[in-house]
């Protein structure tokens, strides 16, 4: 029985959970790791309205309005995009101007849908949210993908329409499409490197577009019979219900860490087939999911889908730069954040994309005719359009002045350059340090009252490191640091002051590096530990990147043993929401692990922002000499010799 294309209102609820899902990943990616999977969401949507729509068309008419359809498109998306892009121009150019270098080349290239393709070039990771440069529109790679597809999707369609005819050969030509592309993501993974080619690569995520467009071919909306017997209709919803229950636990099991291979070698093609599977049973008449999934919160916030998707990113962005303490006001601020997404996004809905997205110039005439008659008082039209006015040329006076603004490269800061060195000097130093602590043999333990006195001895003949004195560690200690022997494994806070740490403790085998996380480098404890270097004293530096769970650390722990001595340095991280998470998570381990020691960084740093880059975080050139003499001290009077 043959339908009309119907509107499925169920597809506004799927619509909401995707941008839900978005949201929460970019507010907290360590408790919702999932959420970035909302998008194959809408990329399923799309692969499967689209296509449907212009099957319908071929059989009904034997032919596709072209111009009609590239003109919708451009009507539904460009009128919010271009006030996305000069509103945040025109911010950039108030009150974020470090952002303006490339801001010319970001606009056009998401005009001309090939951002994705700019991102892959010159961006920064979509994953990397530790970073003062990072740009308000990151999150447009997905938009340009969909642009791309809306624009060689019909002429694909028309080629295989016109040639293949049959609607097997067509379904299989898709599928071949779109298995390629997925085998293509898997392929181009490689463990340890930026996964941003293949994240914002339209090939590489064309299968999530190519599974809706495979099902518009044999599951196509205008076909489907809502008369079904209640078995069947039963086990539609079942089928639904799976699928939907299968979303959901694939979006919160940390196996789809978006860094990690499982996500990139089948978990994003098997969630797209799934999510495939739920808009196949939402379309059909006979199930009842889209009478589910129809209700006004969904209806409300899949109608504002883009415009909520469009704005949450650069919100996020704005308001996070300007707000320094959000680790201890989290819940606030991300209520704060939402609240404003959703305004925005109301706004827009209202003013931008409903009266655009439509567009009657009789209409238009009518308002410019209000706005500019200055004898009627007209006080919404005229706000309107002086605000458009005045968005419009501060975010083209931005624009232009875009090229002339060289951007910061974030390598050669002075923060990344002392990194740099720091690294360099790490691994120079290590291979012989390593190789003491290979051909180093147990000796029966020195006590430690006998160092003690014997570091008293020193300090009055032959100190050591004073010009540390002024930083809160005693000479006894200094003389003591001369002893003990560590392994050290951090990120980039303890990376910055490597040379420091070294220089008061000369046995600290230290390895510390850029974006580091717990479950990333678990592997690097378990490598010291073969190689006979993983000393008696273990010093570790990790959580300024991120939350780990528990049993990463039950894991890690197990790794390095009960007779070692662990020192773990609790994270200050005061811009970002997880710096309690972590802190809260290392008191807890100390409970369950008795050779654990949290050396507290954070309680002493809260009290001294002095000591600090703008990020907050990691330590300025002074400040290092405070960390570096602060963790010594620590390990000196806690640690084993």
């Keep these: 029985m043959k339908r009309k294309n119907r509107f499925i209102t169920g597809y506004a ?39 449907d729509h212009m099957f319908h068309a071929y059989e009904e008419r034997g032919k596709y309005d072209f111009k009609s359809f590239y003109l919708r498109r451009i009507k539904k998306l460009y009128p919010q995009m271009i006030a996305l892009l000069w509103g945040c121009s025109a911010y950039i150019l108030l009150f974020q101007q470090n952002l303006l270098a490339k801001l010319n080349q970001i606009v056009i290239t998401n005009l001309l849908n090939v951002y994705n393709f700019w991102q892959i070039k010159n961006g920064q990771s979509y994953f990397e949210r530790f970073a003062s440069n990072e740009s308000p529109f990151i999150h447009l790679w997905t938009m340009s ?96 219900g799976v699928a939907l229950i299968g979303i959901l636990l694939m979006v919160t099991n940390p196996i789809f860490n978006p860094q990690k291979a499982f996500a990139y070698r089948g978990g994003m093609f098997l969630f797209s087939f799934v999510t495939m599977i739920l808009v196949g049973v939402i379309a059909h008449p006979g199930s009842s999911w889209n009478r589910w999934l129809t209700n006004p919160v969904f209806n409300w916030i899949g109608s504002r889908s883009y415009g909520i998707y469009l704005y949450q990113f650069p919100v996020m962005i704005f308001f996070e730069d300007k707000v320094k303490d959000i680790a201890d006001h989290v819940v606030l601020y991300h209520t704060i954040e939402v609240i404003l997404i959703l305004i925005i996004a109301e706004l827009s809905y209202r003013f931008i994309e409903k009266p655009f997205g439509r567009i009657d110039w009789e209409k238009v005439h009518q308002f410019l005719t209000k706005a500019l008659n200055f004898k009627a008082k007209h006080y919404q039209a005229k706000a309107l359009l002086a605000t458009g006015i005045i968005v419009f040329i501060l975010g083209s006076f931005g624009i232009i002045k875009a090229p002339t603004v060289k951007a910061e490269n974030p390598n050669h800061s002075e923060l990344a350059t002392q990194i740099k060195s720091n690294r ?6 290590n291979k012989k340090l390593i190789k003491e602590a290979q051909s180093r043999k147990k000796a029966a333990p020195t006590s430690k009252s006998a160092l003690l006195k014997q570091a008293k001895q020193l300090a009055a003949t032959k100190p050591v490191n004073k010009d540390f004195e002024k930083y809160g560690i005693s000479q006894v200690d200094l003389q003591l640091a001369q002893k003990i022997q560590v392994t050290a494994i951090g990120d980039s806070v303890m990376a910055g002051s490597s040379q420091n740490m070294q220089k008061l403790m000369p046995h600290l085998i230290v390895d510390a590096a850029v974006s580091r996380q717990l479950g990333n480098t678990i592997p690097l404890f378990e490598q010291y530990k073969k190689k006979g270097a993983l000393n008696d004293n273990v010093l570790i530096g990790l959580g300024t990147n991120g939350a780990f769970t528990p049993k990463e650390l039950d894991q890690l722990m197990k790794i390095i043993g009960p007779k070692r001595h662990v020192f773990w340095i609790n994270v200050h991280v005061p811009t970002r929401d997880w710096q309690d998470q972590v802190n809260n998570e290392l008191n807890a381990a100390t409970k369950k692990y008795p050779n654990l020691t949290i050396i507290k960084w954070h309680e002493v740093a809260a009290s001294h922002p002095d000591w600090f880059y703008d990020d907050h975080t990691h330590p300025t050139t002074e400040g290092s000499k405070f960390y570096s003499a602060y963790v010594t001290k620590e390990l000196v009077t806690k640690g084993k010799y």
Excluded: C
Excluded at 21 to 49: K, R
Excluded at 146 to 173: D, M, N, S
Excluded at 424 to 429: A, F, I, S, W, Y
């Design 13 to 51: 609820g799927l619509r909401a959970l995707a941008v839900i899902g978005v949201i929460l990943y970019h507010l907290n990616p360590n408790s919702f790791m999932g959420g970035y999977l909302g998008v194959p969401i809408f990329l399923v949507l799309s692969g499967y309205l689209v296509t």
């Design 145 to 240: 993908i969909e642009g791309q597809f809306y624009i060689v999707w019909p002429l694909v369609i028309f080629l295989l329409v016109r040639y293949a005819k049959k609607k097997k050969i067509i379904f299989w030509t898709i599928t071949a499409l779109t298995l390629i592309s997925a085998l293509e993501m898997a392929i181009l993974f490689k463990p340890g490197v930026d996964t941003s080619r293949i994240y914002y690569g339209t090939d590489t995520r064309f299968f999530s577009l190519g599974l809706g467009a495979m099902l518009a071919v044999f599951w196509p909306t205008w076909k489907l019979n809502e008369h079904l017997d209640k078995g069947d209709r039963r086990l539609l919803n079942i089928i639904g």
């Design 424 to 429: 360099n000097r790490q691994l120079k130093k």
